[in-house]
Structure formats: C-alpha cells, structure tokens
C-alpha cells in the first residue's frame, strides 16, 4: 500500500512537464498537439516550436484542466501547435517560464500524401498491481521497431493500453515506458475494457468497477484527440484524416449511439481508405469468446469500413472481407477483421482456434509480444504482422485497383449446409449430421451441437434431453412440443429423425430455450450459432 503524500515524492506530478505526448487533433499537414501533466501549483503552460533551422519561436498556449485522481492531484495541459508547413521538421519544449522541458522535434505529413505507414499495437498493459508497474519492455519494444521503420507516420492502439487503466499508478508507469518515444511521433489510443476497469482497492484488487466513460482516458486525454466522437460518448470515440484514409477510433461503450455516428462519419468521407480500430473483435478466434455488443449492435457502421484492427484476444487473425451475414474474397465485398495481438508480452487468456471466418490465424501463445505495420500507396495496402523475434506471422497486400487480397484466399463454400458454433466447425461430432430447411424451417441435430458446447446430451427411444448453460429440455420425435425446466413449449416445427439418426428440432426453437443466436450465411451455405456468455459449460469430474 502507497499513500498519496508517498506517491507524490516516488512518481507523482512535479512543477516540471511529465507524460508528454503528441496526438493528430487537427490538420497532421499543418498541426500538431502535445499533451504534459504538472503538479496543481502550475496552472498553465504553452509550448514553444520552431521549425529547425529558423530562429524565431511561436507559442501557443495551452488549454488547462484539474483532475484528481485516486493518487494525485495534477494539472493536465493541451496545446495545438498550428501554422505548420507540411513535410516539415519542427522541434519544440512545453511547460511555462519557469519549468518547462527539454526540446523535442517531430514532423509533419506530406500534403495530400497517397504515401505513408504506421504502427499498430494492442493489449500493451502490464499486470503487476504494485508500483512501479514495468512497461520498460513496451518502451525496448517500441524503439526496436521504429529503428526497423524510422518513417512511419504515428502510432495507434486497439486497446487495452493499461491493465487497469482507473488509477494514476497504471497510466504514469505506462508514460514511462514510453518515455523518449511520444514525445516526437504521435501516439492515437483505442480504449480497451482494462482501461476503463478499476477495483475500489486498486492494491488489492478488491471491488472490480468499470467506469463506462472512462474516465482516467477522458480526463487526460481529452484536447490530444479530436472532438468529434458521438454525444456523451467523446474522447473513446473520434475520428481524424491523413493522407488518403480516414480513421475511426470506437470506445467499448454507448454502442448504439456510436454506430450512428460512424456510419454518418464514414458516409461523409471521401477518403479512399476507411480504416476503423474498436477493442473487441468480432471475428474473434477465442474458443469461449463472444461479440454480441459489436456485432450487431455496430454492424451497420462498422460495414461500411474497409479494415476494422482490433485486439483483446491478445493472438493474431485475419477474416475474410464480411457483410451482411456472408463471407467473400474481394475487399470490395465487405470489411476485414483485422486482430492484432499482444503488444506487450501478454500471452491469451482464452485459448485461439480456426474459425469459419478466418483466413489467416496465428495461435499467439509465445511469451513474445507482436506488432504491425501498415503500409498504404495509393489504393494499395500492405499489412505486415511481425514476431518481436523478426518473423512473419501474416503479410498480405489489399489492392483496390484489382480488387484482390494477395496471398489468395478464398471464403468456403459448402455443398451441404454446416453448423458451426461460435464460428467453429464441430468437426468428428458432425460428420455427416448436416442442417436442412424443410418447408422453410432450418433444422440442426440438436445434440450434436450441445455435445460440441459440452453440455449434457440424454438419448432415449424417440427423446434427446439437453442441458447446458444452466437450462434444460426435452424434445421428442414427432412432436411439436417441448418440456423445458421452464415448463411446456410449443415449437414452429415438429422434431424429425434424420442424418445418423439424430433428432432434429427446429433452429429458432433451440436458440430461443438456451438464449442463443443464429444466422443464415446464404454465400457460404453454413447456420452460425452465437452464445453472449463466454462460461465453458464442461460438467465437472466428481
């Protein structure tokens, strides 16, 4: 345990400007923001730039907000850098008349550059709960890959930049992790759910909360990104150009509210590329994992992006371009789902597996962190997943020109209707059990699928019983009823008798007894179920 007053000496705000930061709020051409913290005796600030080489600094003030966290009391400051050339190297201090920082230099964008690259990372928290919490490895991390790609225009986050991201503790020990990096590239975060998670005894890890605004982010982040997020909802959400791409940041919270606001945004752009980054991923490759608030609550912004990067799961996997229930092979078709991995040396906590929609999969259970870097020219987007180690886990070209995604991969087609559950196939299980619509009901063996789930299948003359996720029924061949441990129901089918013997009862009937989803992937021939809990439902060994 750490007390305020103890904190304040070991790392808390000083007289002099800490967490310095560049962020894109404004014009990447002609503007930049930089971002410093202070202790409450410094009540505002500017920053001093001058192109290198000139002589004469320009100020620009800064904007200035208190914030009192769980353990400190800190001025945060915001100052937009503007009057810029474009392609042009600038260097610059913060701070005030008295306290200020050491210089600094960055560089601004091409004009109306077809040309430029630049980083993603995801899942870069640490774990440890005591201070300091060590991100020095993300800072190696990070210098490493920008000796192999010194070019690249800025970095971005899917989330889950701090392992608890409502105490001061977390967010200062990640600012000096990347100390000597941000201050001279721009750094564009995601918000994860770790990064609006808190425990009332952050030492302890006692009293788990989510603060739904996420409140640490918005508080400190709130004049480096755009203002342009939905209502209620600004600072996790915002959206900014560069180049020839547009860029969409969507927080973990306010769904709704967010989905209209990025597909009126990505409606308005005109930009050739329509990049988006949102935490969760709905082409999810976990065994257990589930995207039921993504998907379909946002689909039908998240639809009109041409590549969505995310992370979370902390492995790496690549969907084929998907929309409106159907997976395709041109990027025209629909939005890839692109998941990065973990940026931090965070092996998963839930356990990767092919998935029906996946074209390329990496099982990320080494202790090595992983990166990528995409590299955009002109309608061509290069997308380069890296090891720590140097290898390649994914590489793959998006021509729009062509209309082709290199190396070719092509989304299935079955000849015979499949089942999948959570995007997987139930493999030996279903051998030869295939689903049928007849007379316009789709039909699946029923137990076929609560065996895969790891449920409890009873089968007796003319009855199959299933229990999983703490709910049963009874289906009997012939019939159009049911018995539930909620009593009696009336199916829209009877139960036939079909494929291996299995019985078969309705789609909609299953789904609605065991509070499940499924959809019709009319391309590609296949019924995908769904489940929102991510509990294994494996009965225990007595």
């Not at 909802?233 to 769904?255: E, L, P």
């Not at 190396?407 to 139930?426: C, S, V």
């Not at 007379?439 to 299948?457: H, K, M, N, R, S």
Request: hydrophobic share 30%.
């Amino acid at each position: 345990m750490i007390s305020k007053e103890d904190w304040k000496n070991i790392r808390g705000s000083q007289k002099k400007p800490d967490h310095i930061m560049l962020s894109i709020n404004g014009n990447p051409e002609t503007s930049m923001t930089v971002k410093w913290r202070t202790d409450v005796s410094v009540k505002s600030g500017y920053a001093s730039y001058r192109e290198i080489g000139k002589t004469e600094w320009k100020k620009a003030e800064a904007a200035s907000e208190n914030f009192v966290t769980d353990m400190d009391d800190s001025n945060y400051h915001w100052a937009d850098m503007t009057g810029l050339k474009p392609d042009t190297k600038y260097e610059y201090f913060c701070g005030n008349d008295e306290y200020y920082s050491d210089i600094h230099s960055f560089k601004t964008a091409v004009k109306d550059t077809a040309k430029f690259s630049f980083i993603i990372l995801a899942d870069t928290q640490t774990g440890s709960p005591m201070p300091p919490p060590d991100y020095s490895h993300l800072g190696d991390f990070l210098r490493e890959i920008l000796k192999k790609h010194p070019d690249v225009s800025f970095i971005m986050t899917a989330g889950d930049n701090t392992n608890c991201g409502q105490t001061d503790i977390q967010w200062t020990g990640l600012f000096e992790g990347l100390l000597g990096i941000i201050e001279s590239i721009p750094y564009m975060m995601a918000v994860g759910n770790h990064d609006d998670m808190g425990f009332e005894n952050y030492f302890l890890g006692t009293g788990k909360y989510y603060s739904e605004k996420v409140e640490y982010f918005s508080k400190q982040f709130k004049g480096s990104y755009p203002d342009n997020g939905p209502d209620d909802w600004k600072t996790a959400n915002y959206t900014f150009d560069y180049g020839n791409a547009n860029f969409s940041f969507i927080g973990v919270s306010g769904q709704e509210d967010i989905d209209e606001w990025l597909s009126d945004n990505l409606d308005k752009s005109d930009k050739t590329w329509k990049l988006g980054v949102h935490h969760f991923p709905a082409c999810y490759a976990g065994c257990d994992l589930a995207c039921y608030d993504t998907f379909p609550v946002m689909r039908n912004g998240i639809e009109k992006l041409d590549l969505i990067f995310s992370g979370h799961e902390h492995c790496f996997s690549r969907s084929f371009p998907r929309r409106n229930e159907n997976l395709y092979d041109k990027p025209s078709e629909g939005t890839i789902h692109y998941n990065c991995g973990s940026g931090h040396r965070n092996p998963p906590g839930t356990r990767s597996m092919e998935k029906v929609w996946n074209a390329a999969l990496y099982n990320h259970e080494e202790d090595l962190s992983m990166y990528a870097l995409a590299e955009i020219d002109g309608n061509t987007l290069t997308l380069t997943s890296f090891i720590e180690d140097g290898r390649v886990a994914d590489r793959c070209v998006i021509d729009k020109n062509s209309d082709t995604i290199t190396p070719a991969a092509l989304a299935p087609i079955y000849n015979k209707t499949r089942m999948k559950y959570k995007g997987a196939d139930l493999g030996l299980l279903a051998a030869n059990t295939f689903s049928y619509n007849i007379d316009g009901v789709w039909y699946i063996p029923a137990g076929v699928l609560i065996q895969y789930i790891g449920g409890e299948v009873i089968r007796e003359k003319g009855k199959v019983t299933l229990k999983v996720y703490n709910r049963s029924a009874s289906f009997f061949e012939g019939k159009d009823t049911a018995e539930t441990d909620n009593g009696e129901i009336t199916l829209i089918a009877k139960v036939l008798r079909k494929d291996r013997e299995q019985l078969y009862v309705p789609v909609d009937d299953i789904c609605k007894v065991f509070n499940m989803n499924w959809n019709y992937y009319t391309k590609n021939n296949f019924i995908s179920i769904e489940k929102k809990d991510e509990s294994i439902p494996v009965p225990m060994q007595p």
